[in-house]
């Protein structure tokens, strides 16, 4: 089990980022599903507008309880900045 950080290049629309739980341990099989259409609409709508999506990161053996609290905490935005500077996000999320 693991939860993944997307991120698209460009932005599409508000979106820049994408948190979601995938069964492996690293989310490549996921991230396939994505880009082939087979995951989230938001993903599909951004690939076809044109967005490169990529893994940004993942937090191997996370739960679907650790992807909700990051959901929680309000936007993927605030995880990336942590995840740039010290490598995880805070505690009360872990």
Not at 11 to 26: K, L, R, S, V
Not at 50 to 58: D, K, L
Not at 74 to 90: C, D, E, F, T, Y
Request: proline share 7%.
């Amino acid at each position: 089990m693991s939860v993944y950080l997307l991120h698209f290049d460009p932005c599409y629309q508000h979106a820049a980022h994408y948190i979601g739980f995938c069964e492996d341990d690293t989310p490549d099989r996921r991230l396939a599903q994505h880009l082939a259409g087979r995951g989230s609409p938001l993903i599909k709508a951004a690939v076809t507008a044109g967005s490169t999506i990529e893994v940004a990161h993942f937090f191997p053996g996370a739960s679907r309880t650790f992807e909700r609290k990051l959901k929680n905490w309000g936007s993927a935005k605030k995880v990336v900045p942590i995840l740039r500077n010290q490598g995880s996000p805070p505690s009360d999320l872990q």
